[in-house]
Structures are given as structure tokens and as C-alpha cells.
């Protein structure tokens, strides 16, 4: 019902950037109202909130690992949602998910999110 595509990740030395897309397809349930969100997952880790914005793209949500650096937004037709990541450093190397929460509670948490897409790869060397 809805697919999401992950891309822009890759290899970056300690304070590049990056800047991640996921194109959002909705195929047979219209989704109006609902947030969209960016996880990622360390090997041995569990998946952590990375941020998260609405569907009107009015209010967004960080943790404060990211906070300053990380800056989430979405293009006007609401098609894609963006990362874009500054100053990375070595401990934000992860596959980042893109998600879809059917709702406006700009969670941090996974389980509230029903679609996910397969994620991309972002590797921070020092």
C-alpha cells in the first residue's frame, strides 16, 4: 500500500555531510494525515529515532543526539522526505530508515510506525 525508497547514503569522513532522500509511493490507501520519520540501526544495536515530521511539514521532532546537525523536511508535492546531515561523526554510521506513521504523534518510537523502507547504508570514518 505504501512503498518507500531509500537513497543517498555512502562513506564520509568525520564532519562531511550527507544528504539522504526516500521517495514515499502510496498506491491503494490515500494517506492524508501522517508522519514521516528517519531510524537507523547500528550492527548489535537496536533501532533508534533519528527524526520526525508531519505531514505538512510544520513541525518536526529530534533526539538530542542529532539536534543542531540533523535537519528533516520534505518537497512540497509530498513525495519525498530529505536528511540532511551535518558534522557526521563516526558513531552515526548505520543503515537509516525511512518510515511512515498513519498518524500526527511525531513518535520516536518504531513500533508506531507501519512502513519502512530497506534503508541505506551510512558509513562515517575518523
Known amino acids: 500500500q505504501v512503498q518507500l525508497v531509500e537513497s543517498g547514503g555512502g562513506l564520509v569522513q568525520a564532519g562531511g555531510s550527507l544528504r539522504l532522500s526516500c521517495v514515499v509511493s502510496?498506491?491503494?490507501?490515500?494517506?492524508?494525515?501522517?508522519?514521516l520519520g528517519w531510524f537507523r540501526q547500528a550492527p548489535g544495536k537496536e533501532r533508534e529515532f533519528v527524526a520526525a515530521?508531519?505531514?505538512?511539514?510544520?513541525?518536526?521532532n529530534y533526539p538530542d543526539s542529532v539536534k543542531g546537525r540533523f535537519t528533516i523536511s520534505r518537497n512540497s508535492a509530498k513525495t519525498t522526505v530529505f536528511l540532511q546531515m551535518n558534522n557526521l561523526k563516526p558513531e552515526d554510521t548505520a543503515v537509516y530508515y525511512c518510515?511512515?506513521?498513519?498518524?500526527?504523534?511525531?513518535?520516536?518510537?518504531?513500533?508506531?510506525?507501519?512502513?519502512w523502507g530497506q534503508g541505506t547504508q551510512v558509513t562515517v570514518s575518523s
Open positions: 515530521i508531519t505531514w505538512n511539514g510544520n513541525t518536526a
Open positions: 518510515a511512515v506513521d498513519p498518524g500526527i504523534r511525531l513518535s520516536s518510537m518504531p513500533n508506531d510506525y507501519d512502513y
Open positions: 502510496r498506491r491503494t490507501v490515500s494517506i492524508s494525515i501522517y508522519t
